[in-house]
């Protein structure tokens, strides 16, 4: 069992869950269900977290602006499995504001918005997440590149 107001370990445990979790499998939902209820009880811990001695306020803001940002990015990923577009698109933009994205979270935000037929934000946001080297930037690319096609105007 977690410790059940340790922040570090709620955010990583319901981020890993939806990451990982077999959508198909046995149990998803659940398992949906545990990370949801874990993001949603560090961001109440987060709120009322004190300021430890030794640190600065703007360390602090940073600690706790990190922790927030893999918060939404655990939940936007739940609500994407789910189906739950707008809540995914949400989460995602918030968890997106932070000084390093995630590939991951800008990949499932662009494929959320091209749910939502909100296509330019979409390619923005492949767009962006092609910019990250790594195993999504191909394919973040190509879907930038399609969207911004669908955009062009018919000769």
């Not at 959320?112 to 930037?137: M, T, V, W």
Request: hydrophobic share 35%; glycine share 8%.
């Amino acid at each position: 069992t977690i410790s059940p107001d340790n922040v570090d370990v709620l955010t990583t445990v319901g981020w890993v869950i939806p990451h990982v979790a077999d959508p198909t499998g046995p149990g998803a939902e659940k398992d949906l269900d545990r990370a949801e209820r874990y993001e949603k009880h560090a961001i109440e811990i987060i709120a009322k977290m004190a300021k430890p001695a030794g640190i600065t306020d703007a360390q602090f803001g940073a600690f706790k602006d990190a922790e927030l940002s893999e918060v939404h990015s655990g939940l936007g990923l739940v609500y994407f499995r789910r189906r739950d577009f707008e809540g995914s698109v949400k989460e995602l933009q918030q968890s997106a504001q932070g000084a390093a994205p995630d590939a991951t979270d800008l990949f499932v935000l662009g494929r959320g918005l091209q749910n939502l037929h909100r296509n330019h934000e979409a390619a923005d946001a492949f767009d962006r997440c092609a910019q990250i080297p790594g195993s999504l930037q191909g394919q973040c690319k190509q879907s930038a590149d399609a969207l911004k096609k669908l955009a062009e105007p018919s000769k």
